[in-house]
């Protein structure tokens, strides 16, 4: 599919992003771009799934955990019942956040609620993209072909749902990340380098080149032409 390209070039730069070491963001995009002529952002709007997606798993944390016994352990406590009560569903990726880490996130997903991901898939030494929205506490991912495809049904490959109950109490977010059941070939270590990569951009501080793209890709989609 031409959603699909392999520069060696982008290939190693994109594994130095994924493993947190600082490179220029501007070179990894300028280099991938060359692969993705004719996708747009206008061609990302609006999302399908927005109104006929349904969310697979509970949107509050007290249908999820005994809010009333889970608030009488510490911070470190909580994030431990939450990833090992999540660790061993195959489909489910748990994590958590700081107070200070969500509202970074929120912040800018006000302004930049859809982005774009190269992600990597090793068994085929090439590139594919997925395309995020935040829908309320929610982030909603499907890979870019499928979309393109069927711009007003698509389904989410991956949710990821933002529990902030724990917000006040313990300066915790939790959240977990569902593959959906039209998830097609996406494995774990996609969806952890989406994630990933969905982190990177949206927690990075302002005026760094990870801000500068969302901006530009949500408030002058004609300037981000690949």
Known sequence: ADYFFSHSDLIGLL???????NI?????????RKGLKGVHRS???PLGFRTMFS?????????????KKILKKDRKEIISIWNKFLHDK????PSSLTADEYHTLQNRSKDCPIFIYPIYRGNTDQYFMMVSQFVDNLVLMTDLESYRKNPLGASPWMVITFYNELIKAKDLILYRADLTTDHASLSKEEVINTIALFKHFYQSADNTEPAKWLLQFNKAPNEFDF
């Open 15 to 21: 594994k130095l992003l994924l493993f947190n070491i």
């Open 24 to 32: 220029n963001i501007n070179i990894m995009f300028s280099i991938f």
């Open 43 to 45: 061609s990302c709007l």
């Open 55 to 67: 969310n697979p798993v509970p949107r509050k944390l007290d249908e999820v955990m005994y809010l």
């Open 90 to 93: 195959e489909a489910v990726i």
